[in-house]
C-alpha cells in the first residue's frame, strides 16, 4: 500500500507539474475534469457499498418460514383427513392457492447476481410442491368414499344381524341364520383390521366371507338383498382404496418438500452472504481509494499532512482498541446467553433423559387447553407407569435401571408425532401429551404403539431385562377441559393408570370421564 501511495504521489506531482505550464483557462479546464473523475469514482464506489436490502431479505426468509408452516399444516391435514376428518379434507384445498403465492413471490424475490442456486432449488421446490399438489389432489377422491364407507359399514352390519334375529331369519334354514352372523362378524373384524394395515391374505379372506354372504341373499327378501349389495359396496370400497390411499401418502412423505425447503433456505441465505462479502469487498476499496484521496490533499499543505497522519494514526488506535474491547464483551454476552440458555434447559427438562419435566408439562398443557378452546379441540394425556423396573433396579442396579429409562424415553419419542410431547415426571412415571386426537381410537393406536416400544426392550447394558407398562389415558374438550385445568386432566390419567395396573398391568384404559368428539370405547383396551 505504500508503494502505491508513493507511485500516485509521483503521478499527482507530474499532473501538477504539466497543470502549471498550461493556460488558466486550460487548467482550469483539467482540474475540473480531474475533479469529476475523482467524485465519479467515489460515488461509483459508494453505490456499490450500499447494503444488502435488509427488509427484502427479510420478507424472503419470513415468507419461505411461513411456506413452511403451510407445508408442515398442509402435512397434518393430510393425517387428519387419513384418521377420518372431513374437515381436514376440505382444508387440504385451501392451503395450495396461499402456498404457490409464497412461492411465487420468492422467486420474484431472488438474488439475481449470486442466487443461482437458490433458482435451482427454487425450481426444485416447485416441482415438488407440484407434484405433491397432484398426489393430495388423487388422496381426495379416495379419502371421501373410504371416510364414507367406515362410517356406514358397522352400521350397516349391524342393522343386517338385526334384521336376520327377527322374521327374515324365522324364514330361513338356522343353520345359514347362524352361518351367515358369524361371517358377519368375521366381516367387520377384518375389515377394520385391514383398513389399519391392508395385507393381501386377510383382503382374500375378506372377499371369500363377503362372497359367501352374497351367496345367500337370494334366501331373503329384496330389501335384505339390498342391504347385502351395500354392505358389499362399502367392503370392497374400503379393499380398493385403503392400499391406494396409503401408497399416495407414502409418496407423499417421499417427496421431501421440507427439505427443499431446507435447502432454498440455506441457498437463499449463502447468496444473500455472498452480496454482503461483496459489499465488503467495495467498503474496502473505498477505503483504500479514500486514503488515496486523503494523500493527495495532504499535498496541499506539510502541516495538514502532518495532523492527518497524527489523526489518521490515533482513529487507527481507537478503532482497534474498539474492535478489541467490542469482541470481549460479544464473547462475555456470549458465555453468558450460553450458561443462560443452559440454566433455562436444565429448569425445565430431566437431567437424565433429556425430556420435559413436571413444572414444563404443566406450562405446556395449560397452553394446549387454550388452544383446545379456540379449536374445540381435544387435549389427550397418558399417564405411563413401568411395570417391571423396580425389578431391574434390585437385580441389575440403578445404573442398568437408568439406561432403561432413556432406552424407553428414546423409543416412545420415535412413535410420536414431531407437535407430541413426552415428559418425565420422576422415577418410572412418563406423560404423552397429544393434540389433534379428537377419537378415542386415534389415542388407543398411540397408546398400543407406545406399549409395543416399551416391552420391546429386552436388554440393558447387556443385561436382559423384562419390562411392560400400565397406561392411563385422559381427554380434555375444548372449554370444559380448559375451565378444569391441568392438574385434573393429569390426575384422571393417573387414576385410570391404577385402573390398568389392577387390570393385569401391561394394558391401557380410558378414563370414563375423557371427552372426545366421537363416543369412546368402555374398559380396557
Do not use: C
Not at 234 to 256: C, S, W, Y
Not at 426 to 437: K, Y
Not at 482 to 501: E, H, I, P, R
Amino acid at each position: 500500500m505504500s508503494r502505491l501511495l508513493r507511485q500516485k504521489d509521483k503521478l499527482f506531482a507530474a499532473f501538477m507539474r504539466r497543470l502549471e505550464t498550461m493556460h488558466p483557462k486550460r487548467r482550469l479546464r483539467a482540474a475540473a475534469i480531474a475533479a469529476l473523475a475523482l467524485v465519479a469514482l467515489l460515488a461509483f464506489l459508494y453505490t456499490r457499498t450500499t447494503g444488502v436490502d435488509v427488509d427484502t431479505r427479510n420478507r424472503v426468509m419470513f415468507d419461505l418460514q411461513e411456506l413452511r408452516q403451510l407445508d408442515a399444516e398442509w402435512d397434518a391435514n393430510l393425517l387428519r383427513a387419513h384418521i377420518g376428518s372431513g374437515a381436514a379434507d376440505a382444508r387440504l384445498a385451501t392451503t395450495l392457492p396461499q402456498m404457490n403465492e409464497l412461492t411465487a413471490s420468492i422467486g420474484e424475490a431472488l438474488p439475481q447476481k449470486h442466487g443461482r442456486g437458490a433458482e435451482r432449488a427454487h425450481a426444485a421446490l416447485v416441482d415438488s410442491l407440484r407434484i405433491k399438489a397432484s398426489l393430495v389432489a388423487r388422496f381426495r377422491t379416495l379419502n371421501p368414499p373410504l371416510r364414507a364407507a367406515l362410517v356406514s359399514l358397522p352400521p350397516a352390519l349391524a342393522d343386517l344381524k338385526t334384521e336376520l334375529g327377527g322374521i327374515e331369519g324365522a324364514l330361513a334354514p338356522g343353520q345359514v341364520v347362524v352361518r351367515i352372523d358369524a361371517l358377519l362378524n368375521d366381516l367387520l373384524a377384518d375389515t377394520l383390521r385391514y383398513n389399519l394395515m391392508p395385507a393381501p391374505a386377510l383382503a382374500r379372506r375378506i372377499e371369500g366371507n363377503l362372497a359367501q354372504v352374497e351367496g345367500q341373499k337370494e334366501r331373503f327378501s329384496l330389501a335384505v338383498a339390498e342391504q347385502i349389495d351395500a354392505i358389499a359396496r362399502d367392503t370392497r370400497t374400503i379393499l380398493t382404496n385403503r392400499p391406494l390411499e396409503n401408497e399416495v401418502e407414502g409418496r407423499i412423505a417421499a417427496l421431501g418438500t421440507g427439505e427443499a425447503m431446507a435447502r432454498l433456505s440455506r441457498e437463499l441465505d449463502r447468496a444473500f452472504q455472498a452480496e454482503v462479502l461483496e459489499r465488503q469487498r467495495y467498503r474496502g476499496f473505498l477505503f483504500a481509494y479514500s486514503i488515496l484521496l486523503l494523500a493527495l490533499l495532504a499535498y496541499a499543505g506539510w502541516r495538514l499532512r502532518r495532523s492527518y497522519r497524527i489523526i489518521n494514526d490515533v482513529n487507527h488506535r481507537l478503532q482497534a482498541a474498539n474492535d478489541t474491547l467490542e469482541h470481549r464483551v460479544a464473547e462475555r454476552t456470549a458465555e453468558l446467553e450460553a450458561q443462560s440458555a443452559k440454566l433455562a434447559r436444565l429448569a425445565q427438562h430431566d437431567s437424565l433423559t433429556g425430556l420435559v419435566n413436571y413444572g414444563q408439562l404443566t406450562r405446556l398443557l395449560e397452553l394446549a387447553l387454550v388452544r383446545a378452546v379456540r379449536r374445540d379441540s381435544v387435549v389427550v394425556a397418558m399417564f405411563i407407569d413401568l411395570d417391571g423396573f423396580k425389578g431391574v433396579n434390585d437385580t441389575w442396579g440403578h445404573a442398568t435401571g437408568d439406561l432403561v429409562l432413556q432406552l424407553v424415553a428414546r423409543r416412545v419419542q420415535k412413535v410420536l408425532r414431531a407437535e407430541d410431547v413426552l415428559a418425565r415426571l420422576g422415577g418410572d412415571e412418563f406423560v404423552v401429551l397429544l393434540e389433534g386426537v379428537g377419537s378415542p381410537e386415534g389415542a388407543l393406536r398411540i397408546a398400543r404403539l407406545v406399549l409395543d416400544q416399551i416391552e420391546g426392550i429386552t436388554e440393558a447394558d447387556g443385561n436382559p431385562v423384562s419390562i411392560s407398562a400400565s397406561i392411563g389415558i385422559a381427554a380434555a374438550r375444548g372449554r370444559a377441559g380448559a375451565d378444569a385445568g391441568a392438574a385434573k386432566l393429569l390426575a384422571d390419567a393417573d387414576q385410570v393408570m391404577y385402573a390398568a395396573k389392577q387390570a393385569g398391568k401391561g394394558t391401557f384404559v380410558i378414563s370414563p370421564k375423557a371427552q372426545w368428539k366421537t363416543e369412546a370405547p368402555a374398559g380396557t383396551a
